[in-house]
C-alpha cells in the first residue's frame, strides 16, 4: 500500500530545503522541521538567521551549562553567543520581516493549497490558536517555502486544492518540500518537481488531494 | 522634581484601578515582568484588560496567566492563545472555552506596530499582514501600489509593566539581549510607565547616552529588584 512505503526522514527534507537558501541571504526558521535546516548550510556559505525574539544572527543552540537566560530564539531556545549578532525590539524584528529584508522563511504548514494558500496556525477542533509571527512572514517575506510531512497523522492529504484550515496568508508559498515530494504552487495548480526515490508521480498524487501537474523534468529529488 | 524610585513593588501598583488596560512584555520566558505581575496580582485589581504576546504559560513561574488565573483578567490582546501542545490547558484556555473571558488574537509583528502607534501618535495604519485570513474580516482594506493591505488601529493602555536590565534615576533604561523584545515599545506606549530593575539603579550620568534603548521621558516609576525578588 501506498501509505505504508518508506517516506524520507526530517533530516533529508530539511538537507533538501537547505540547498534553498541562498548564500549571504536572511533567513527566518520556523519551529519543526525548519529549525533543522540550518544544519545542512553548506560549508562555504554564509546564512544569517532572524529571530522574532530579536536576534539576528542566531548561531548554534546553547549547552545546558552555558545557557545565558536572557539569549533565545524564537522557539525559546537558548543560543549559543557567536560574533555579529545583533538586538533589537519586537517593532524591529517585524520591520525586517514585513519590509521585505527577509530573504527567505521556512515554515511548517498544515495545509498547502495548490494556489500557495497556507494554514499553519489554527485547528478549528482546538478552539485557540498561535499566529505568533506567521502572518507577519507569510506577508512579508520575500520568499515563503512550507517545509512539513506530506500527510498528517491520520495520513490524510496536508496539500489540498483548498484549504480546510484558517488560512494564515494566501497565495504565499512559493515551494513546498515534503517527505515525499518538492512541489511549486503555481497560479495554474501544483506543480510536481520532484519526487522521493522510489516513490512515482502516481504514487504521490495518491497522498495529494490537489490534483498535481507533472513538471516536464521531473526529478528524483536533488540532495 | 518627583522621585521615579518606588521603594516596592506593590507601592509602584497600588493606583491601578479596576478596569485599567495594561500591558506585559516578554517573549519565550525572557523580559517578562514578573514582580510587577506579582504585585499586580496581590494588589486584586479587576476586570482588567492584558496586552501580551502569550497568555500564560504552564510553568510555575508568575506571568500575565497568574492574573488571567485569578479571574482579574477579562479581556486579552494576543499573538499566542494556545499552549504549544493539545494536551496543555492554561487557565486561559479553559476560561476562553468557558466564555469567561475575551480575547483577540493579533499577529505579532501587527501587535508590535500597533503598540508603537498607540505610543507615537500615530492613528491607525496598514499591513500587508493577515490580509486574505479570517481576521481582516470586516476591517478597511485598501490597494496601495497593486498590494492589498488591511487598516489596524493602535493598542493604548494605562499601564506597562517592564523588566528593564539597567536604569538611572532619570528613567533611562537599557535591556539585554532577546529581553528587549516588547519591552521598549510598551514602555513607550502606557500612560504610566512602571519598570522593575534587574541592576543597581545608577545616578543620571552614568548610563552612556549613546546606549539608552528607552529614553526616560517613557519612564514613570522605577523598582530596584531585591535580592530576594523574582530573578528568572
Known sequence: MVAEKERLEREVVAMRVAKELPDGGYVN???????????????ESVVFYH????????????????QDIDLINAGGQFLQPVDGMAFFNTVDAFAMIRGGHVDVTVLGAHQVSARGDLANWMLPERGVGNIGGAMDLAAGARQVI????????????????????????????SLIVTDLAVLQPTPEGLVLKEVAPGWSAAEVQELTDARLIIAPDLKEYEL | MKNKIYQSFDAAMADVADGSVFMSPGFGGVGIPRNLLAALHRQGARDLTGVSNNTGTLDEKVDVGTLIAAGQVKKMYAAFTAPTHPSQVTPFVQMYNNDEIDAELVPQGTMAERIRAAASGIGAFYTPASVGTELAEGKEHREINGRTYVLEYPIHADYALVRAWRADTFGNLQFRMAARNFNPIMAMAARITVAEVEEEIV??????????HVPGVYVDRLVQIPPDGIWD
Not at chain 1, 30 to 42: D, R
Not at chain 1, 159 to 167: A, F, G, K, R
Open chain 1, 29 to 43: 526558521l520556523g519551529i519543526g522541521i525548519p529549525t533543522l535546516v540550518s544544519n545542512f548550510i553548506a560549508d
Open chain 1, 51 to 66: 529571530s522574532e525574539s530579536g536576534v539576528l544572527n542566531c548561531g548554534p543552540l546553547a549547552e545546558e551549562d552555558e
Open chain 1, 146 to 173: 512550507v517545509a512539513m510531512e506530506h500527510t498528517d497523522r491520520q495520513n490524510r492529504p496536508k496539500i489540498v486544492e483548498d484549504c480546510t484550515y484558517p488560512i494564515t496568508g494566501k497565495g504565499c508559498v
Open chain 2, 203 to 212: 545616578p543620571a550620568g552614568e548610563l552612556d547616552p549613546d546606549k539608552i
